[in-house]
């Protein structure tokens, strides 16, 4: 059986992805995290926030109290937090129930990258990769959902 690099397996994996829909985003650290999930989070809530302030977007302040109510939680206070809706004031006064998922698969955005550092605060020298790195992951919504970093050589 041929050697078959881990990166090779991943893009295998993501082309077939691709192919079904989801869409490959060039995500490099944290800072692109939070940047796709900004951007998928008004994309997802669009509609919500023309009708609320005229525009589909958040501004620094909006974005940034989202980001105090999802960063830095547990995985059950994280999970108990994205099936919710999440009010948000407006910096217009106005509130705005923000949706993370839907239940309606076919309205989630889908996305896939590799080869992302993940911890911000973290130099990963002397750590293993997964402690350090996120190899391989399916992103919904701008949200991490997946992480695969095992593989069989020569399946495909």
Known sequence: MAHVSEYDVESL?????????YRF??????????????????VFNAQKLIEAKGAAALSDAEFGRVMIHVDNKSVY?????????YVLTLDNGKTVYLDFFSSDTDRNIYQVTHQVTMDKNVDCQGMTRAQCACFFSVWRNGMYKRYWNEH?????
């Open 152 to 156: 069989q050589r020569g399946v495909n």
């Open 77 to 85: 206070e994280s999970a108990k937090i994205l099936r919710d809706k």
């Open 25 to 42: 985003v060039d995500i490099a650290n944290y800072d692109d995290v939070v940047a796709n999930f900004r951007e998928q989070l008004t």
């Open 13 to 21: 994996f993501i082309d077939r992805l691709e192919s079904i829909g």
